[in-house]
Structure formats: C-alpha cells, structure tokens
C-alpha cells in the first residue's frame, strides 16, 4: 500500500485546500483580522506519515540509535551474569547467546529517567560483583567456577533473604534478572521455549482446545 | 488516505473541529447528508492501512517496545505525538491536583489506539439523579438514544452478547456480531463468579467477528439516501473481519475494528463533500456581533501560521477538555467568557472514570497446555455492575456501580514478562529458573474495575491565566477531588477482585489488598474517559448546551465529543459520544433545512 503517488496526490490535494483556505481567510479579515500570511517556509515537516520523532517514530522501521554506554569489560562480566540466569538447557540456548546482554545495554543506556537510573545500578552491581569475586577467590566474576559463582549469586539472588550487606548486590541481581527474562523470552528461542504460539493469522477463533479445558477442570 | 477533495471549497456548511469518535462521526453523517463539510485536526495524517505494525514483535522494537515517556503505552501504540504529554502542549494542576489528560495530535484521535470497549449506557444511566438524587439527569432517556445506539453498532462493526441484565441493555436483533469464544482465563472466572453472584457475560467491543452486510445495512442505516448507501457500502466491503492476532492498540490495518480513520473518515471523504486539513490547532470560535459563529481560527502547525476558516455552522468535537478550552479561549466583546460560556459552566462538571486494580497468581492455571489466546486482543467476556438494588438499598455505602474488565493468560511475551517472579520462586535462577518460568508462564490475571464517578464541584478545568502553549494559546488548569462515593467503590472493587482471586484458587500479587480506597484509586484522567465540560440540560442556566446539544447562546454551534455528558456511568464513553453525536448530527441537518441555523 505504501506508494509514492498517492503521497504526491495527497500533497496536491493539501496543496490545492490551502489556496482556498488563503481565499476563505481573506474574506474574513474584515471581522477577524489576522496576520499578513507568509509563505510557508521551504523547508516544512512532511504531509504524510511519521515525522520520525522520539513521539512521532516510524513504527514500521523501528530505531533504538541512542549510544550504548556499557564497556566491552562490562559486557563480559554481564553475559556470564546473564547466562548463570538463563543457562542453556535441553530446550533452549543460554541468554548471553539469544543476544541478552546487548538489549540490557540498550535498556541501560536509554535516555529516559527510569532506564539512567537502573544504569546506575548495573553499573555499580556489576563493579560489585567483580570486587566480590576478587574478595573470595582472587579473580573476576567472568573466570569464576559454576560452583564460586552460585556462592556469590544465592547470597544476593532473593532479596527477602539476603543479608543486610548483600541487600544492594540483591537489588542489582532481581533487576538483571527481570531484564535477562524480557531479553530472553521475547527472542525466537525463547518464545518457543514458553511455546508461545500466538501472533498468527486465523480463519477463526475457537477457543480453548479439550486438553486444555481438562487440565482446568472444565472439561 | 485522500486528505482532500480535488475541488477547493471555500464556503463550507460545517466547520467540524476533531476527526475522533465525534468529530469523525460529525464528518461522516454531515457529508452524506450533503452538507459541506470541512474537517480541521490538531494532529498530522495518518494512515492506519499503511502505518500499523502489523504482525510486528517486541523484539523489533526499542526496549523490546515497552513504555516510554515518548511512547506510554508501548512502542507500536498507534498513538502519535501524545500521551500524558505532548510536545510543546503543557497543562497545569492548581495545588494539591494531580490530574493526567491523554492527548494525541493524529488523524482520528485516540479512536487510533482505544480499547474498542463499546457498552450501552442503560436506562438508569440517562436519569440517576431521578433514581438516587445524587449530580444530575439527562435531557433525554435511554429510549431516545437507544435507536442511535443500535445504528452506530451496525455501522460501526461491534461484537456482544444478547444478555439483558438490569441497567445493561440488550441491542436490537441484528445489531451486533457474535462475541468471540470465550478464553480458558474467561472460561475459569465465570466458574469462580457464579457461586459468587457476579454475572460473567459476553462484552461488547467495536472489533468485526464476520464482515458487514455491505448488501442490506446502508440502506438500513440510510434510507432513500443513495450518496450514503453508495460510500457506506464501498467502506464496508473495504473491511475485513478479525483475524485473531496482532494488538487492537497498535491500529488496524485489516479495519476489523473500529478507528475513525478506517471506518468514519473514508466513506466521507467518498461523498466529495468533505475536506480534512491536518495539523490545525483551532484557537477560537470566531463570532459576529450579533453572537453567531462564523467559523474558527487556527494555526497552521506546519509553516505556524495563523489561519481563519468560515462555516455556517460550528461543530467542537476536540475532546472534552480541549472543547472546553476552545470555547474559554474564545473571547469577544458579546462573549467576555468564553463563547457559550453565560453560565460559568464551560470547563465545569470534569469526568473521568474511577479505576482499580489488582491481579493475582492462579496455581490451576500453571503448566497449561499451550495454545493460542490471543483472540480479538480485547476482552471476550466482562462483569457487569451486579450489585443495583443492595446499592440502592444503601447497602454499599457508595451509590454508583462499576464494570469488571479482566484477562490474563498466555500472551505474547513483552516487556514485563516474569518481572516478580522472584517472590514465587524464593529467587530461583539458573536451570531452575527456566523451569519456573514455564510453569508460570499464563497464571497471572489482571482484574480492573471501571465504576461511575459523580460531578462535582471540585472538579473542573480552566484557562491558567499565567501560561501559554507553543502556539500562544492559554492552557489549561484542572482541579480534581473524588468524593467518598468513588473512593468507597474502589475500596469495594479491590476487595471484589481479591474475593474472585481467592474463590479460583489463587493468590493476590504482593500479598496484600488495599483496603483504603483513597490510594487503591486512579488518578483524575488516568482511565481517559474525560467527558463533562459542557453538559447538556433543560435549562440554560445550569447548562451549557440544549438537549440537542446545541449551545444555549450560539444558536449554529453544536458539540459532538464527551463534553455534553451530564454523567460518566461506568460504561465506556466512546459508544456514546458515537450515538450521541449521529444524533446530534441529524438535528443540525434538520435544523439547516429549516433555516434555524
């Protein structure tokens, strides 16, 4: 549907309303007066379709080119935090291999208000955990073992539970945590891993099938 | 989408000032009556068949298209420049208000990206102060409305039940299409309600379950009318019925539901009699010095120029509030407040919705079986208000009543997916959280209430005399206080839904239940259901419009939005304004005809 000559039919059209509107105007002046009418000036926003704003994007061509602000050391350190979330399993790839960490940089590095201030706490979560690994084992948290890592993440992985210094560390993981899951289970592999079978064209709509109807004991 | 007729006109019969629901419909009804009519929109163009992202998936999107400050509602939300803010547009709140109005500046409106929650309001709703003495009746009854409300169902595609409940009224035979299947999450609730006494009944969205009967309903809609039953029926074959997928929110580019750019704006532009100019801010009501309008003043928001446009007839369907701040805006020497403002009560008698919610976590709903549940992507099913004779018995200790809108299960995966699930699995990561997340994965449900607020004093709009838009026109300053009536019903909504929760088995998220309705309660304008600045009555000195919602005082200015509401029942406002405004549509068409105007 998105053809060029029906923009320039519409721009005619406008172009063509605007001489009578000019003409409508003039003869109101009398009780109205407004201001002389300029020319519009050559350069005016387009007359049809998204003006490519942060309120007005085009939807079908999406954009996030805001810079990224994360360091290649903090993405390593967040890929291997990402995949202690979501692992690989039998089902699905792990979360640093469905592209988490790059949409938790995108998130991060946001120009909004909420996305700064969670920056602040990657961030600093992710100094922390590096600390923390150097504190217990000597080593970042990138070369720690699968067994050093679940020493450091059960201490700050619920924050009902967890100690009183481990409280900010508790908030950082439940963030990246939240974030690796919207990361993950919107890509193809994690759709399919929740067998998400949406999102397609149907002749109609039937309703729940038998199966499922009895596991609710409707059936 | 044809913006304009290849004729320039300059001698306009209506100036219609919006292309939502009221100015959409307003522009529609009038140009097939053969009236011409010029249609000025704040908002650029925009083309639902071109520019819906259909099909699209969060991945494709900015922050997997969750909410911005730019985008409230999400990335592909059909909404253009608007939302709690638009860009260069400020509102005020006098002290101690904290009022949120939703704007959009865009060919149709909000209509674009609305819940398609099309609800009759019923017999009690036209005459609630005769019924319990509390803000005030309607002009007119539900029956005179009624025909209104059954022609805008079959224009405008809506799907429901023939449920006939108390104050919740059945549409006529052939008026609606079948409601969709109910869902499991539907299907489960209606089980836990009925033990409960709280009726479970097929909704009523403007969303196509099977296409339109180009054949037979223009000349229904339309009779003896052969221009109207030609665009009507050339519309109608141009749409095609849901296809079960894809957010009703984003837009429509099959045109199964109801946008104002899909279904009102092309059949009128088909009529020849109708021009649209986009990214017209409308100023003011210009008047004569005998007190008529002349037409309105705008500015051109593309090369900012002021613009003057001429009418014999005035029709404000802006939205509620921008309506009310047209008019306050539009001072002369015979209108010192305001045209149509001799009352004081432009602005006065601000609605909006009283909103509360709660969800809850259903264990019988963990590891279900997959399937697809996205259906019309609005409800299937809904509660209506049940409770009318407890309340009017006193009961309550509130006295209006409120709809249950409700849903749940397993949609497509976005922003916010599992955000929580920490407190249901003791912070589970790893293998394990995997596991979790499948098993939770369609158990959480989401119940909101939407209940009838009272007018009162307290709440209103004004010019704020101290600040000015980018386009040099005064703003507005809202006031907004709830009474105990709304606090009490949402306090009554919570403990509802939490009762429900409990009754299927489940649990509330957080683990706690507001019991104070003061802070269970939505903002003033969050559920976007603003109506009321210019209501409609018998008498000119506490109204501001007559029962055809002509004003009092400028005889050919007419308001076809949410303005004229006396009342906001809880029923969605957007059905009304539709049949409302065909309504009004046909008097000033009358009224032209006999030369009154």
């Known amino acids: ?219 | 989408m044809f913006l304009q007729n290849p004729k320039s006109q300059t001698n306009y019969d209506v100036i219609v000032v919006g292309s939502g629901a009221g100015g959409g419909m307003a522009a529609y009804q009038l140009a097939v009556a053969g009236l011409k009519v010029l249609v000025l929109e704040a908002g650029r163009s925009y083309d639902p068949v071109r520019e819906t992202p259909m099909f699209k998936l969060p991945r494709e999107a900015p922050l997997r298209g969750g909410g911005t400050r730019d985008k409230p509602f999400g990335f592909y939300d059909a909404t253009v420049d608007g939302g709690w803010e638009v860009p260069g547009e400020p509102y005020t709140n006098a002290p101690g208000t904290d009022f949120r109005w939703w704007r959009s500046r865009m060919l149709g409106g909000r209509t674009n990206h609305w819940g398609r929650i099309s609800l009759r309001m019923g017999p009690y709703d036209f005459k609630p102060k005769t019924r319990d003495g509390l803000g005030a009746d309607w002009p007119l009854t539900y029956e005179e409305l009624a025909p209104y409300y059954d022609k805008t169902e079959m224009l405008i595609g809506v799907y429901g039940g023939d449920d006939d409940l108390e104050n919740t009224p059945r549409s006529s035979p052939g008026a609606l299409m079948p409601a969709p299947a109910p869902r499991a999450t539907e299907l489960l609730t209606r089980k836990a309600c009925t033990p409960l006494g709280i009726p479970v009944i097929p909704a009523h969205l403007a969303i196509m379950t099977e296409r339109q009967d180009a054949a037979t309903l223009p000349r229904k809609l339309h009779p003896g009318n052969r221009l109207a039953q030609r665009v009507l029926a050339e519309s109608m074959r141009s749409r095609q019925a849901c296809f079960w997928a894809t957010p009703c929110g984003w837009g429509c580019s099959i045109k199964a539901n109801f946008q104002s750019t899909t279904v009102l704006l092309p059949p009128a532009l088909a009529t020849g009699n109708c021009d649209i100019v986009p990214d017209a801010m409308v100023r003011e009501v210009t008047v004569d010095k005998q007190g008529r309008a002349t037409g309105v003043s705008y500015i051109d928001r593309r090369t900012r120029t002021d613009r003057h446009v001429m009418g014999k007839v005035v029709v404000l369907a802006a939205s509620a509030c921008e309506t009310a701040r047209i008019l306050l805006n539009s001072k002369s020497s015979t209108f010192p407040n305001g045209v149509s403002n001799g009352s004081g009560l432009v602005g006065k008698y601000l609605m909006d919705t009283v909103g509360a919610g709660i969800s809850g976590q259903i264990p019988a709903l963990e590891n279900c079986p997959p399937h697809n549940t996205d259906g019309a992507s609005g409800m299937h099913m809904y509660m209506p208000w049940w409770l009318y004779k407890e309340q009017l018995a006193g009961q309550l200790g509130f006295a209006r009543g409120y709809h249950v809108e409700f849903g749940g299960g397993r949609g497509m995966p976005g922003p916010g997916i599992f955000g929580g699930l920490e407190a249901y699995t003791q912070g589970a990561y790893g293998k394990r959280y995997k596991e979790e997340a499948r098993r939770y994965y369609g158990s959480f449900m989401f119940f909101d209430g939407r209940g009838e607020m009272i007018p009162n004093e307290d709440c209103y709009c004004e010019l704020d005399p101290d600040v000015v838009d980018q386009w040099g026109i005064p703003v507005l300053r809202f006031h907004w206080k709830w009474s105990d009536h709304e606090t009490k019903q949402a306090a009554h909504m919570v403990k509802t839904f939490s009762e429900v929760i409990q009754a299927m088995g489940g649990t509330v998220v957080g683990n706690r239940v507001e019991t104070d309705g003061a802070r269970a309660i939505a903002r003033g304008g969050q559920i976007i259901h603003e109506v009321g600045t210019c209501r409609m009555g018998t008498d000119p000195a506490t109204s501001v419009l007559n029962e055809w919602c002509q004003s009092w005082e400028v005889k050919n200015l007419f308001v076809t939005d949410g303005a004229p509401f006396v009342s906001n029942a809880d029923k969605n406002p957007t059905l009304s304004i539709l049949a409302l405004a065909w309504r009004t549509c046909d008097r000033l068409v009358e009224e032209l005809k006999r030369g009154n105007l």
Not at chain 1, 91 to 101: L, T
């Open chain 1, 1 to 219: 549907m998105s053809s060029d000559g029906i923009d320039r039919r519409d721009a005619l059209k406008l172009i063509a309303a605007a001489g009578g509107l000019t003409a409508a105007a003039s003869s109101a002046e009398a009780q109205n007066p407004a201001p002389a009418q300029a020319t519009p000036p050559a350069r005016t926003l387009p007359l049809a379709g998204p003006r490519g704003t942060p309120t007005d994007p085009d939807l079908l061509r999406p954009r996030a080119d805001w810079p990224r602000k994360l360091s290649a050391g903090e993405l390593a350190t967040l890929a291997v935090l990402c995949d202690t979330i979501i692992p690989a399993d039998a089902k699905s790839p792990g979360a640093a291999a469905a592209g988490v960490p790059a949409y938790i940089n995108e998130y991060v590095s946001a120009p909004y208000d909420g996305q700064m201030r969670d920056l602040i706490r990657v961030r600093g979560g992710l100094a922390w955990l590096n600390v923390e690994s150097g504190k217990r084992f000597g080593k970042p948290f990138a070369r720690l073992s699968a067994a050093e890592r679940a020493q450091i993440c059960d201490d700050i992985c619920y924050l009902p539970k967890a100690k009183p210094e481990f409280q900010a560390a508790a908030r950082f993981f439940d963030l990246v945590r939240d974030l690796t899951a919207v990361g993950f289970y919107t890509t193809e592999a994690g759709m399919k891993d929740l067998q998400y079978v949406g999102n397609v064209a149907l002749p109609r709509f039937d309703g729940p099938p038998p199966a499922v109807l009895k596991h609710l004991g409707l059936a």
